[in-house]
């Protein structure tokens, strides 16, 4: 492990190191809180250890961010936070390591915390709509001008492609006691089915998209329980605008967190609250093919979490962090569990919705 003091010192002048500690609960790059006093005041930061394995091109990752915080930051209509990486002291964005690995800064957001394990209809509505007024303000960027830092990340098929193959080979010998999840996830390939011949199909506008818009990745204040920045820019890419409110509906409104190891529900009242909120935000431009695939969105980005879960495990847990061997089973199942009842339930609160009907198969 390489010494934070270290990698802090490429970004400031340290006068007296005080602490670190690891912070948030991201799946791929590693964060620390570090603190330090600096011209008397005691300074509070976020360093970042970037995965170079899941993003094996960091520079461009940082353009990409770069590129869109500007944009926000000169919007007028986009009333939140922008938290840009902090240049090194050699005005880099990125810090490499002595073992080669990249480092970035942000400013750490006092008396903040992202409602990741504590969503009420009130929270959720307004996350969505930051995360709606995001995509508003980014709506005139030529998305084509972003990167694909991770090229098909989105691709469903092309996921269950690799998942068929990961399947077949079974490396790590786990096949053979996760047949009741197989076969759920295989009910649920005509959603990604559907999902992709709406792509092809020219219909869903090509827009800058979050691709994490989860509770995780939005900070509130703690005192006015106001939504301040929405963060974690590293997959802002071009997409469908119905990945975000999918991966809403996705992390917002289980009743328990993706990690708890046991079965979720979703909260209609969060559900709710999210469509308003969204709604509230994006209306007006959305086309009828966007406004009338929400629940299939939220369909679609569910099923495509279980299945990218489930294949991390049949992989032997190369790509998700986990803290014991089964979380990713854990997670697959948590995620296939919100799916119970989706159909019913999605055409009830995204009324003029369309989404596929899982329920006679009882996920
Ligand atoms: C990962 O690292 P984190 O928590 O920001 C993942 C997301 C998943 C999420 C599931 C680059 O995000 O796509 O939805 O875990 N990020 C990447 O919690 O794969
Ligand atoms: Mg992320």
Same mark, same amino acid.
């Given at each position: 492990?390489?010494?934070?003091?270290?990698?802090?010192?490429?970004?400031?002048?340290?006068?007296?190191?005080?602490?670190?500690?690891?912070? @948030?609960?991201?799946?791929?790059?590693?964060?620390?809180?570090?603190?330090?006093?600096?011209?008397?005041?005691?300074?509070?930061?976020?360093?970042?250890?970037?995965?170079?394995?899941?993003?094996?091109?960091?520079?461009?990752?940082?353009?990409?961010?770069?590129?869109?915080?500007?944009?926000?930051?000169?919007?007028?209509?986009?009333?939140?936070?922008?938290?840009?990486?902090?240049?090194?002291?050699?005005?880099?964005?990125?810090?490499?390591?002595?073992?080669?690995?990249?480092?970035?800064?942000?400013?750490?957001?006092?008396?903040?915390?992202?409602?990741?394990?504590?969503?009420?209809?009130?929270?959720?509505?307004?996350?969505?709509?930051?995360?709606?007024?995001?995509?508003?303000?980014?709506?005139?960027?030529?998305?084509?001008?972003?990167?694909?830092?991770?090229?098909?990340?989105?691709?469903?098929?092309?996921?269950?492609?690799?998942?068929?193959?990961?399947?077949?080979?079974?490396?790590?010998?786990?096949?053979?006691?996760?047949?009741?999840?197989?076969?759920?996830?295989?009910?649920?390939?005509?959603?990604?089915?559907?999902?992709?011949?709406?792509?092809?199909?020219?219909?869903?506008?090509?827009?800058?998209?979050?691709?994490?818009?989860?509770?995780?990745?939005?900070?509130?204040?703690?005192?006015?329980?106001?939504?301040?920045?929405?963060?974690?820019?590293?997959?802002?890419?071009?997409?469908?605008?119905?990945?975000?409110?999918?991966?809403?509906?996705?992390?917002?409104?289980?009743?328990?967190?993706? @990690?708890?190891?046991?079965?979720?529900?979703?909260?209609?009242?969060?559900?709710?609250?999210?469509?308003? @909120?969204?709604?509230?935000?994006?209306?007006?431009?959305?086309?009828?093919?966007?406004?009338?695939?929400?629940?299939?969105?939220?369909?679609?980005?569910? @099923?495509?979490?279980?299945?990218?879960?489930?294949?991390?495990?049949?992989?032997?847990?190369?790509?998700?962090?986990?803290?014991?061997?089964?979380?990713?089973?854990?997670?697959?199942?948590?995620?296939?569990?919100?799916?119970?009842?989706?159909?019913?339930?999605?055409?009830?609160?995204?009324?003029?919705?369309?989404?596929?009907?899982?329920?006679?198969?009882?996920?």
């Amino acid at each position: 492990m390489q010494d934070l003091r270290l990698i802090a010192a490429h970004f400031f002048e340290i006068e007296q190191w005080l602490d670190a500690a690891p912070f @948030g609960n991201g799946n791929i790059n590693d964060t620390w809180r570090v603190r330090f006093s600096r011209n008397g005041q005691t300074e509070n930061w976020i360093l970042q250890r970037l995965n170079t394995r899941v993003f094996n091109d960091p520079q461009t990752l940082m353009r990409n961010t770069s590129a869109v915080c500007r944009h926000l930051v000169a919007s007028d209509d986009y009333p939140y936070a922008v938290i840009p990486p902090k240049p090194a002291r050699n005005g880099d964005l990125l810090v490499q390591d002595s073992d080669g690995l990249y480092w970035r800064a942000f400013l750490f957001y006092d008396n903040t915390y992202a409602p990741e394990n504590d969503t009420s209809p009130e929270l959720a509505y307004k996350a969505a709509c930051a995360y709606g007024a995001f995509a508003r303000a980014l709506r005139h960027f030529p998305a084509q001008e972003l990167t694909e830092v991770i090229p098909g990340f989105h691709d469903t098929l092309r996921r269950w492609a690799v998942f068929e193959k990961i399947l077949l080979d079974d490396r790590v010998g786990r096949a053979a006691h996760v047949g009741p999840e197989i076969e759920q996830l295989r009910r649920l390939k005509p959603v990604f089915e559907q999902i992709d011949s709406l792509k092809k199909s020219g219909r869903l506008p090509l827009r800058v998209t979050h691709n994490d818009s989860k509770a995780g990745n939005i900070l509130f204040d703690r005192t006015t329980h106001q939504a301040i920045a929405v963060i974690d820019f590293d997959t802002v890419m071009p997409g469908t605008l119905l990945a975000d409110f999918g991966d809403m509906v996705r992390s917002f409104g289980p009743d328990r967190p993706e @990690g708890s190891g046991s079965e979720a529900y979703l909260r209609r009242d969060v559900l709710m609250a999210l469509r308003d @909120g969204f709604l509230s935000q994006t209306d007006n431009f959305l086309t009828d093919d966007e406004r009338n695939n929400l629940g299939l969105a939220a369909q679609w980005i569910i @099923g495509e979490q279980a299945l990218r879960f489930l294949t991390d495990y049949l992989d032997g847990d190369q790509y998700f962090k986990i803290t014991h061997p089964e979380h990713n089973l854990e997670r697959t199942r948590n995620q296939l569990s919100l799916l119970r009842d989706s159909d019913a339930t999605f055409a009830d609160i995204f009324s003029s919705s369309r989404q596929v009907v899982l329920n006679e198969t009882r996920l």
